[in-house]
T-cell receptor, first 113, second 110 residues
């Protein structure tokens, strides 16, 4: 049982480059989330999708876009990467938005030079 | 954005010692959660608390939902090397969004 799978594991970008972080879950979860983790800041919500076909902004959405491709997949796109977006990115899912238990992927370490 | 106040930021302990950490908030939460993050991995749920005053155990871990609903505590008894990592608290607000603490990094002295 793979759970939540994120790709890539590591990525280095130059300022201004674009990229898409991929996330897929095989637990038949309805809700999916993108977080970023910075030292001393805990986890901050970027975007989320409460159910297939919907997406909403979280706490720090600027500079990002998302696509809920289908029930399984939720991607995060950086259109023009900036050094401030250097972070560890986590995708997470839960069965429904009312469910407290969140399941995380193993993260993407992104460095923007 | 809103964050929980989690303390301490880090702890250096000897193997076998007991560990205590806590989270406080200015807001009331309906649910408190404790997660652990191992190096290079995503957080994993340890304990979920649903009622004020509730005390719940998971092996050597015990967590409590404060009676004011504004705080929660996590204790680890007789720490072992695999306990190292970052422990996060999270509160679930009235919109079922999770608000996270900044984490407590647990380091075991050799």
């Amino acid at each position: 049982n793979a759970g939540v799978t994120q790709t890539p594991k590591f990525q280095v970008l130059k300022t201004g480059q674009s990229m898409t972080l991929q996330c897929a879950q095989d637990m038949n979860h309805n809700s999916m989330y993108w977080y970023r983790q910075d030292p001393g800041m805990g986890l901050r919500l970027i975007y989320y999708s409460a159910s297939e076909g919907t997406t909403d902004k979280g706490e720090v959405p600027n500079g990002y876009n998302v696509s809920r491709l289908n029930k399984r997949e939720f991607s995060l796109r950086l259109e023009s990467a900036a050094p401030s977006q250097t972070s560890v990115y986590f995708c997470a899912s839960r069965y429904r938005a009312l469910d407290e238990k969140l399941f995380f992927g193993s993260g993407t370490q992104l460095s923007v030079l | 954005g809103q964050q929980l106040n989690q303390s301490p930021q880090s702890m250096f302990i000897q193997e076998g010692e007991d560990v205590s950490m806590n989270c406080t908030s200015s807001s009331i939460f309906n649910t408190w959660l404790w997660y652990k993050q191992d190096p290079g991995e995503g957080p994993v749920l340890l304990i979920a608390l649903y009622k004020a005053g509730e005390l719940t155990s998971n092996g050597r871990l015990t967590a409590q939902f404060g009676i004011t609903r504004k705080d929660s505590f996590l204790n680890i008894s007789a720490s072992i090397p695999s306990d190292v990592g970052i422990y996060f608290c999270a509160g679930s607000d009235s919109n079922y969004q999770l608000i996270w603490g900044a984490g407590t990094k647990l380091i075991i002295k050799p």
